[in-house]
């Protein structure tokens, strides 16, 4: 079982960073591929970023560039670093553990203002 926990969001002017971090509990956290998902109002969730326990990433072609998602499993956490924000990028972001079937937190809101 592990739980999840994100911070970092906030309200940030357009072409500004945020840093989110996800903190997670329990245990196993090291043998899961973990990733970043984002939901705005009206839409679906979406994946932002993933990165694989062996470290291979993958991106949102709209984040591709601006985003970095990165882990450290001494600490049982992973983080995105999110650049040159966008008003587009302004949702509610999720850190998951273990894919769409696995673990979520409930979430952080980065707001973009333009």
């Known amino acids: 079982q592990v739980q999840l926990v994100e911070s970092g969001g906030g309200l940030v002017q357009a072409g500004g960073s945020l840093r989110l971090s996800c903190a997670a509990s329990?245990?196993?956290?090291?043998?899961?591929?973990t990733g970043w998902y984002r939901q705005a109002p009206g839409k679906q969730r979406e994946l932002v970023a993933a990165?694989?326990?062996?470290?291979?990433?993958n991106y949102a072609a709209s984040v591709k560039g601006r985003f970095t998602i990165s882990r450290d499993n001494s600490k049982n956490a992973n983080y995105l670093q999110m650049n040159s924000l966008k008003p587009e990028d302004t949702a509610v972001y999720y850190c998951?553990?273990?894919?769409?079937?696995?673990?979520w937190g409930k979430g952080t809101l980065v707001t973009v203002s333009s």
């Open positions: 998951n553990a273990g894919g769409v079937k696995g673990y």
């Open positions: 990165m694989t326990t062996g470290g291979t990433t």
């Open positions: 329990g245990s196993g956290f090291s043998t899961y591929a």
